[in-house]
């Protein structure tokens, strides 16, 4: 009789190596971030830190959570995510198909390039009181800016994806018949993707950062929104605590947003990562 084999590490329980380094990344972070928390409040305890200056991070945590039970800063909360939303898709069905026109046709990159470096450069921010005096404040207001300083990072990263394509690729495609728009479909979209998915989260941070960033100038004014609740209380006296706690909302905000798109990206690209792990 032969001895049964052990059992195969490989089951759908056993961990793979990236996910053991990724568990090992997140380990890493928190416990980062758990002694940064730490020396602060020690620095407030000790008055190294004036808790005027710096409140005790043990109470901006406690204003955080009940900040949870505010429908006020949950209806802020909710405000920032839809302008989040709605400008985002707006900006993914604008810049994607103007990056691929950009990426695909040379003379109208070209014809446009003038135009197109003069706009970029123009921040967003400044251009915040014209647009609530053009739009009036709202909704609106923030998804035209939103969708002005968000393109860019999708309208070059697409162009750039295409930039990338194999040209050897393209020109194979091409003599088996296809016409140009079912070689840019087939081919070129496909592998400027990666590109475009950066580029998509490079548009969600300023997305976030232009509605909060909006809503602090213009205030209660905007609407709602995590930058009116804080301009709110930035007027009062004794409310930093409060103004911490709903900046360190917004900060999760992004995060679980950062994430959520690149958790979408791994799922949809998952042949570009299962490569570049092949390579790598």
């Known amino acids: 009789m032969t001895a049964d084999a052990p ?11 990236a996910r ?14 758990v002694i940064f928390l730490a020396i602060a409040e020690a620095l407030g305890l000790t008055g190294a830190i004036p808790q005027s200056v710096l409140p005790l991070i043990s109470t901006v945590l406690g204003h955080a959570v009940q900040l949870l039970g505010s429908g006020r800063f949950l209806a802020d909360l909710g405000a920032t995510l839809g302008a989040w939303a709605v400008g ?31 706009l970029r450069p123009i921040p967003s921010v400044a251009l915040i009181l014209l647009v609530s005096l053009v739009l009036g404040p709202g909704l609106r207001m923030s998804v035209t800016l939103i969708v002005y300083g968000a393109i860019w990072p999708v309208l070059y990263n697409t162009m750039a994806g295409l930039d990338d394509v194999d040209p050897v690729a393209k020109e194979t495609h091409r003599a088996f018949g296809f016409s140009r728009i079912d070689t840019i479909r087939m081919v070129s979209l ?5 590109f475009i998915a950066t580029g998509i989260r490079l548009a969600s941070s300023v997305a976030i950062i232009l509605d909060i960033g909006a809503g602090y100038i213009t205030g209660r004014i905007n609407g709602a929104g995590l930058g009116a609740f804080i301009a709110d ?14 900046t360190l909302w917004a900060g999760i905000l992004g995060l679980v947003l950062d994430r959520t798109i690149l958790a979408a990206e791994h799922r949809l690209l998952r042949w570009n990562h299962t490569r570049l792990a092949e390579v790598s």
């Not at 898709?89 to 695909?104: E, H, M, N």
């Not at 496909?190 to 990666?194: Q, T």
């Not at 209380?233 to 709903?246: D, F, K, W």
């Open 7 to 17: 059992p195969s590490p490989q089951g759908p329980t056993a961990a793979s190596p």
């Open 20 to 33: 053991k380094a990724r568990a090992a990344r997140w380990a890493r972070g928190l416990t980062g971030v």
């Open 88 to 118: 985002l898709a707006l900006t993914v069905v604008a810049g994607v198909p103007l990056g691929v026109l950009l990426g695909s046709l040379p003379g109208v990159r070209v014809a446009t390039r003038a135009i197109v470096e003069f």
């Open 190 to 194: 496909p592998s400027a993707a990666p």
């Open 233 to 246: 209380y930035s007027s009062g006296a004794g409310n930093l605590p409060v103004i911490l706690a709903a």
